[in-house]
């Protein structure tokens, strides 16, 4: 079992930066692939960004690439994410979630995500 505590949510103008930050409970945060999602009002929940257990590669919408910056440190239990240059269609609300670990491969489908977070909004005004 994995809890999963987002933060660091808020308002920010167009074109500034926000991090958010996801602190995992347990003592085997390393072992899951984790990512970020974002669902908007009346919007369906979208991928936004992973970062996997074994090697830390990482992958990302192509609405946000070049502009989020996905991290972990597992001394920490934390997985972070950058967001610069942020946009008023960035608005949201950001889930952070830890993937099943049996999962083999590499995929970025929301089904397979195994623990999630209740969320942090993100406000960015035009």
């Known amino acids: 079992q994995v809890q999963l505590v987002e933060s660091g949510g808020g308002l920010v103008q167009a074109g500034g930066s926000l991090r958010v930050s996801c602190a995992a409970s347990g003592r085997t945060f390393s072992s899951y692939t984790m990512g970020w999602f974002r669902q908007a009002p009346g919007k369906e929940r979208e991928f936004v960004a992973l970062?996997?257990?074994?090697?830390?590669?990482?992958y990302y919408a192509a609405s946000v690439k070049g502009r989020f910056t996905i991290s972990r440190d597992n001394a920490k239990n934390t997985v972070y994410l950058q967001m610069n240059s942020l946009k008023p269609e960035d608005t949201a609300v950001y889930y952070c979630?830890?993937?099943?670990?049996?999962?083999?491969?590499?995929?970025?489908?929301?089904?397979?995500?195994?623990?999630w977070g209740r969320g942090t909004q993100v406000t960015v005004s035009s």
């Open positions: 970062i996997t257990r074994s090697d830390d590669r990482t």
């Open positions: 979630a830890a993937q099943d670990p049996q999962i083999v491969g590499l995929t970025t489908a929301l089904s397979t995500f195994k623990y």
